[in-house]
């Protein structure tokens, strides 16, 4: 589905708004991004939504940033039969926040709205975004080719007394 004329009015509203000069769009999955290079900030609006829902994510507040994958459930012996990308759920763009405790995750391939071959390519454009956005946000540090493992994080306490 391409974004209408009224999404882009939307995110020229939001940029006038917001003092926000875009030096580009990007159409990703449900959703349209527009880049503010010299302010430093990203704007995600949803493409289909009639709503004007909006997020503003300013890159100077952005600690890391990662390519999170999601696999569906691998049963003993499938990957013999089908390759690790014929399991892939997701691919997203995982922003976390040097302040806050959430992070912003944004889909770049959703298995159950795009094709399986547009995995690897929806891969490498969340890739590009990522090496572009961590030099800036810290001079390239943050740009890890290897995907994010997901795991829970566990607090050890203490005993009292």
Known sequence: MQPTHTKYMQISQLGTRFN??????????NKIMAFD????KLLIIDAAD????????????????????????????ELKKRSLEQFIKNICLQ??????????????????????????PLEKKARNWQILLSKIIGGG?????????????????????
């Open 141 to 161: 540090k943050h740009a890890s080719p290897a995907p994010v493992a997901t795991m829970p994080r566990v607090e050890k306490k203490e005993p009292v007394g």
């Open 50 to 77: 009639s709503s004007e829902k909006y997020d503003i994510i300013e890159l100077n507040e952005i600690s890391k940033i990662s390519i999170k994958k999601i696999f569906n459930s691998i049963e003993a012996g």
């Open 37 to 40: 290079g010299v302010r430093r």
């Open 20 to 29: 926000l000069s875009f030096s580009g769009y990007e159409k990703i999955g």
């Open 95 to 120: 922003f976390n926040f040097r302040n806050r405790l959430h992070s912003v995750v944004l889909s770049f391939y959703d298995r159950e709205n795009d094709s399986i071959t547009e995995a690897l």
